[in-house]
C-alpha cells in the first residue's frame, strides 16, 4: 500500500448548479472527499424513483474508453431516507473504473443504473438483540448506511460495528461518521441520544501502530474483542452479523460465525448472519 496522505489535507469541494443529464442513467456529483491517496468518498443526486434498502448496492460508473459504460457494484453508504446518495470507494491507479472515478468533481456525471440489490438488509436476519457488522477498508460502505438507519436500533438492543484496515488514516472515515452521528441534531432527533449510544465501535489496524492492533478475525478466536467490549462471546440466540470486506476476509468470519453457532441467511431465507456477495476495493 501507498504511505498515506495526512486526514487533514482532504477537502470537500461544494457542488455547483446540476447539469442537464447526459450519460444513460446520469447523476451528478455534488460532493467529493478526499481521505487518503487511496480513499475516497462522493454525493451523487438521488433519483426520484429509486428506492432502496439501507444496505444495497447498486451498479454506477462513467463510460469507457470504447464508449460503453464501465460499471462496478458499490454499496450505497447513504441511508434509505437521504435526499442524495453517498459512496465510499478505493483509488486503484491502473483500475478500468476507479482510476478514473478518482478524479471526479462536483458537477461532474456518473452512471448509476437504479437497480438495488444486497444480501446487508434487515429482512435477510431473524429477529436478535445484538447485532455485529464487521468490515474491512470500503466494506464499511453499507454499515455507514445501516448505523443512520432507525430500524437497526429498533431491531437491536447493542450494535457492534468492527473496522479493520492497515493503517490509522484509513480508519477516519468510519470514526468521523460514528463521531458525528452521535453530535448530529437531525439524527439524535431522528434516532435517538438513548439508541445512538447502543453503537460500540471497535477498529484495529494490521499494519501502522494504533490503540488496538490486529486483524479481527484472530481477535474474535482468541475472545480479545469481547474482553476489550466487556460483553459476552457471540451467542447464535441472541446474535446477528453482516459482513462486507475483501473475499478472503469474508470467508474467515463466516467461518468464524458458523463456529459460533450461527447459520448464514439471505432475502429469501433470514438466518443469523449475511455476507455480501457484491464488493468493490
Not at 446518495?85 to 462536483?106: M, N, R, W
Not at 438492543?157 to 452521528?181: F, K, N
Not at 482468541?222 to 446477528?240: A, M, S
Request: hydrophobic residues 35%; contains cysteine.
Amino acid at each position: 500500500m501507498t504511505e498515506m496522505l495526512p486526514v487533514t489535507n482532504a477537502a470537500t469541494d461544494a457542488a455547483p448548479a446540476a447539469k442537464k443529464p447526459a450519460l444513460p442513467d446520469a447523476q451528478t456529483v455534488t460532493q467529493v472527499k478526499h481521505w487518503t491517496d487511496r480513499l475516497f468518498s462522493f454525493r451523487v443526486t438521488r433519483p426520484q424513483t429509486l428506492r432502496f434498502r439501507s444496505g444495497e448496492f447498486v451498479m454506477i460508473g462513467l463510460l469507457g474508453d470504447n464508449g460503453k459504460p464501465l460499471l462496478r457494484a458499490y454499496s450505497i453508504a447513504s441511508p434509505a431516507w437521504d435526499d442524495e446518495l453517498e459512496f465510499y470507494s478505493i483509488k486503484v491507479q491502473d483500475g478500468p473504473l476507479t482510476s478514473k472515478l478518482q478524479h471526479i468533481q462536483a458537477g461532474d456525471q456518473i452512471i448509476l443504473r437504479p437497480k438495488p440489490v444486497g444480501t446487508l438488509v434487515h429482512d435477510a436476519l431473524l429477529p436478535g438483540k445484538r447485532i455485529w457488522f464487521f468490515a474491512t477498508g470500503t466494506g464499511f460502505a453499507p454499515f455507514a448506511s445501516l448505523l443512520r438507519e432507525p430500524e437497526t436500533y429498533e431491531n437491536y438492543d447493542e450494535v457492534v460495528i468492527t473496522h479493520t484496515c492497515r493503517e490509522v488514516a484509513e480508519l477516519e472515515y468510519g470514526r468521523q461518521l460514528i463521531e458525528d452521528l452521535k453530535q448530529d441534531e437531525l439524527m439524535i432527533e431522528l434516532i435517538g441520544e438513548e439508541n445512538l449510544a447502543k453503537i460500540r465501535y471497535y477498529p484495529t489496524t494490521t499494519r501502522e501502530e494504533s490503540p488496538r492492533m490486529g486483524r479481527i478475525t484472530d481477535l474474535l478466536k482468541n475472545g480479545t474483542v469481547f474482553k476489550d467490549l466487556g460483553i459476552d462471546p457471540i451467542n447464535p440466540d441472541t446474535d446477528r452479523g453482516m459482513v462486507c470486506g475483501s473475499l478472503d476476509f469474508n470467508k474467515d468470519i463466516k467461518t468464524i460465525l458458523e463456529d459460533f453457532g450461527l447459520r448464514e441467511g439471505a432475502n429469501s431465507e433470514p438466518k443469523e448472519f449475511v455476507v455480501e456477495k457484491a464488493f468493490v476495493g
